[in-house]
């Protein structure tokens, strides 16, 4: 009897957990899914957190910095919205009034774009936030004010922006353990370390040099100078076998262009698929690249031991990748070349952070492996702009 009531309160206890694990059902309403419908049609992304949680996340960075008002007013239509991502996008102080209503959000991105003090007060009632990234704007000290009501709040970064230390602490005194990420504020720019590199002309003096040898050439000159087979040259003229040989493949080549040309016909749905496809990558990366950053920034405790997590590599992998997904976006050059400068500029950066960490942290090989991604990206550049 006694195993019986044992298995009994065990089950039942087993089937409250689960419940108490299944998130709570998002029903959209009609105007929730024309709003749906319309973001996804703007170029908007909608996804599920999870194939067991029908949450939502929205992200506009695929829209190529054509992001309107209309885009925002959309959102507060929206049942379970807990994820928005507008990195990136030409976002004002103005335009952050659509927010207001989306108390359920979560985590927010908002790095690289034009808001100010003045916006983050439109923030104010998001008490639900737990992640926030300002990086890249003009908000300081004064705009966090708008930010203490925000209790859950874990993770806050503002690289690059006018916040100081006296500002960060003062938030963290109204907010305790909320973790504020200030960037890389010393250490060396790799920029001196690049100049140095570049003030290394040795193969380059090698190089003229060599060409300065002009004897191969007078060589060559003294071959020309022996006509006296004029009949073998003119047998070797009289032979076009080889240029027809060259029509034929350039047939061929006219052919695969064609083949190119009508292999995704226009405005068929197959481009069409190829072509959300390519921005979902350009997305996924952009996203993975700034987790591995955040992850590669921070340290837990393992006993009394300190440990850094994350890894140079992992970010130097996922900004590879994002780099190929923008360059798979495009054949313009100009447009290769501002993506490859970026990537330059994030390689540059994680430089500059791997220096600034303390050396008990770091492998040794760590500072030569950054300093290799920085080299590997200036290279790449260097031979785009010489195309």
Do not use: C
């Not at 039942?12 to 959209?28: F, H, S």
């Not at 047998?235 to 995704?264: G, H, N, Q, R």
């Not at 996203?287 to 590669?296: D, P, R």
């Amino acid at each position: 009897m006694s195993k019986r009531m044992s298995l009994t309160l065990l089950a039942a206890l087993m089937i409250g957990l689960a419940t108490a694990q299944t998130p709570d059902p998002v029903v959209q309403t009609e105007a929730g899914k024309k709003a749906l419908a319309k973001i996804r049609q703007l170029g908007g992304l909608v996804l599920e957190l999870a194939q067991n949680d029908p949450h939502l996340e929205v992200s506009y960075l695929q829209i190529d910095g054509k992001l309107s008002d209309e885009h925002l007013a959309l959102l507060k239509e929206l049942k379970g919205l807990v994820h928005l991502d507008l990195r990136g996008q030409p976002v004002t102080d103005a335009q952050l009034i659509h927010l207001k209503p989306l108390t359920e959000l979560t985590h927010l991105h908002l790095e690289n774009t034009k808001i100010t003090d003045k916006g983050l007060e439109n923030l104010k009632g998001l008490v639900n936030l737990e992640y926030l990234n300002l990086y890249g704007t003009a908000v300081s000290d004064a705009g966090l004010a708008n930010l203490e009501g925000m209790k859950k709040l874990k993770r806050l970064y503002l690289w690059q922006t006018k916040v100081t230390e006296a500002g960060a602490a003062k938030l963290k005194k109204a907010i305790p353990g909320v973790d504020i990420n200030l960037g890389i504020t010393e250490g060396p720019p790799p920029v001196i370390v690049a100049k140095k590199d570049e003030k290394k002309p040795e193969p380059k003096a090698v190089a003229k040099k060599d060409e300065k040898k002009p004897e191969p050439t007078a060589v060559a000159k003294k071959d020309e100078k022996k006509p006296e087979p004029k009949a073998v040259a003119k047998k070797d003229e009289k032979k076009p076998e080889p240029t027809a040989v060259a029509k034929k493949d350039e047939k061929k080549s006219d052919a695969k262009t064609e083949v190119k040309k009508t292999d995704p016909p226009k405005g068929t749905k197959a481009t069409e698929e190829i072509a959300a496809l390519l921005k979902a990558r350009v997305t996924v990366a952009e996203k993975a690249y700034h987790e591995a950053w955040e992850e590669f920034g921070q340290t837990q405790k393992f006993g009394n031991s300190l440990v850094l997590l994350g890894k140079p590599e992992d970010v130097h992998i996922w900004s590879v990748r994002w780099l190929q997904a923008q360059r798979a976006l495009s054949t313009k050059h100009e447009e290769h070349v501002a993506a490859l400068e970026a990537h330059l500029q994030r390689m540059t950066e994680l430089q500059k952070r791997v220096k600034s960490i303390s050396k008990d942290l770091l492998q040794p090989r760590m500072e030569s492996e950054a300093e290799w991604y920085r080299l590997e990206a200036q290279l790449w550049l260097a031979k785009e702009k010489a195309r």
